[in-house]
């Protein structure tokens, strides 16, 4: 199993394997992904990457990235720095 299951709405990630990425205890990640402390983007192959999946997740301007096929393996892992997320500007007036 590689912690990636294929579900009707996307992709689940097991806690486990985002906790490695980031080097934090399992048992933390689902009350930091619904505190916004973790976030994550998917994106979706094409051309020569059709049917992979990008995978990505940020935490204190880290990034773990997972890059999946259709089924949900794991073809690659990837963990490397980001700049700090940006804060909306408020709307001039």
Known sequence: MSGVDVTPDGFTVDAEVIAAGF???????????????ITSRCETGFDKDAGRFRLTFYHNARALRLTVDAQGAVLQQARFPVGAPRRARPEAL
């Open 23 to 37: 080097k934090l205890d399992p048992a933390h990640v689902p009350v930091m992904l619904r505190e916004g402390q």
